[in-house]
């Protein structure tokens, strides 16, 4: 398989939103050159394999990756197999791999209600594994709210999921760098119209509807600016898919699991990951339509709230702690693993409690298993 562009969605929904990418992908001619992966779940309905097989048929190649093939293919490895959830959206990951095992060079992550606008979807994302010869984005926070860049209604100050809770008092104080350094977007994170990605506390505040996007097509931050990634309308080049691992989550806390930040974790482990490489996180164009799955925002502020808690403590330590040296991404990866393993045996706060320390090991452990099984895909 030589297709250049590998998207990748997990649902337990029929996924509807196949049939507009491809109209989307035939109107723009990227269809030949375009393959997605369809990760099924415990929840996923039967239909989904013939909807999969109906796209095909339209000249989308798509291919529905039903359990019993995830459990043969896992076999491969066990290990982390074992630990990639049932019923949860880190069984992506799968999607992932095989992307990368079938010689992707852009993987396009998407949700089941991501629906691509009138816009170039896949033309949009080409930008990802390119060269960056513009300026880039210095925030004086250190984290940049990308938000401040959609048009909202009703107008209010919002934050992406995921962004530092001390943060959400200041509005962005950026300056732009220009730099003779070479530069490659290595990420490239699409946003959204009508339903932002937005936390559970944003939300319970009041309904958002994101009317449209007024920033640049493309804003490339430096590797001193932060922000949450996503794995909604986001494109990784090849090189970095290894280091865009969705964390496994739903480990029992006190009140309930941790959820709904693997993403998160992950996105804010691939900047860390990156850290004097080439490689920049883009924001801005393509836009995806996101029909937002009904919720329930008091049941997700109590999966969130230790994923907030502990991303505000997470990050000043990524940011200032953790100096990845390695030249291979693997490897940055296996010295995370032991990084995230040392702070959560020797750095927790007081408030913290035995599962958060289980978590991070595990984490640790998991993100180990990911390494040995992109090393073992990539030779």
């Not at 730099?179 to 699409?190: C, L, Y």
């Not at 090849?238 to 739903?250: A, D, K, N, V, W």
Request: glycine content about 8%; overall charge negative.
């Amino acid at each position: 398989m030589n297709k250049k562009n590998h998207i990748v969605l997990t649902t337990i929904r029929e996924p509807v939103v196949l049939f507009e990418l491809q109209k989307n992908l035939s109107q723009y001619g990227h269809l030949d050159d375009t393959v997605c992966w369809v990760v099924g779940d415990k929840k996923t309905p039967v239909s989904c394999a013939e909807i999969c097989e109906n796209v095909s048929r339209s000249g989308l190649e798509t291919h529905f990756l039903h359990l019993e093939e995830q459990a043969t293919w896992g076999g491969r490895f066990p290990d982390l197999y074992r630990h990639i959830p049932f019923n949860n959206e880190t069984r992506r990951n799968i999607g992932y791999l095989y992307a990368l095992e079938n010689n992707c060079e852009r993987l396009i992550s998407i949700d089941d209600d991501n629906f691509p606008t009138n816009d170039d979807f896949i033309g949009g994302h080409i930008k990802t594994g390119n060269p960056w010869t513009g300026d880039l984005i210095e925030e004086s926070t250190g984290f940049y709210n990308i938000c401040e860049h959609l048009t909202v209604y009703p107008e209010r100050l919002i934050f992406p999921r995921g962004f530092p809770l001390a943060l959400r008092s200041k509005k962005n104080n950026c300056r732009s760098l220009s730099s003779s350094a070479e530069k490659v977007i290595g990420v490239n994170s699409g946003l959204w119209l009508n339903a932002p990605d937005l936390d559970a506390i944003t939300y319970l505040n009041g309904n958002v509807t994101s009317k449209g996007y007024h920033g640049p097509s493309s804003l490339v931050l430096s590797q001193k600016t932060w922000s949450p990634i996503n794995t909604q309308n986001t494109s990784v080049q090849r090189e970095l898919i290894p280091s865009f691992f969705c964390i496994p989550m739903g480990f029992a806390f006190p009140g309930g699991s941790i959820e709904r930040y693997g993403d998160i974790w992950g996105g804010y482990f691939l900047q860390s990951l990156i850290k004097g490489t080439p490689y920049h996180v883009c924001f801005g164009s393509p836009l995806v339509d996101h029909h937002r799955n009904e919720h329930n925002y008091l049941e997700d502020l109590r999966h969130e709230y230790w994923g907030m808690i502990l991303t505000d403590w997470l990050l000043p330590r990524l940011r200032e702690n953790f100096k990845p040296t390695d030249a291979s991404m693997i490897d940055r990866i296996i010295h995370l693993s032991v990084f995230i393993d040392d702070i959560g045996k020797n750095e927790l706060p007081t408030w913290c409690t035995r599962e958060v320390q289980t978590f991070l090991i595990q984490t640790s452990k998991i993100l180990f298993l990911w390494s040995n099984a992109c090393r073992q895909i990539t030779g």
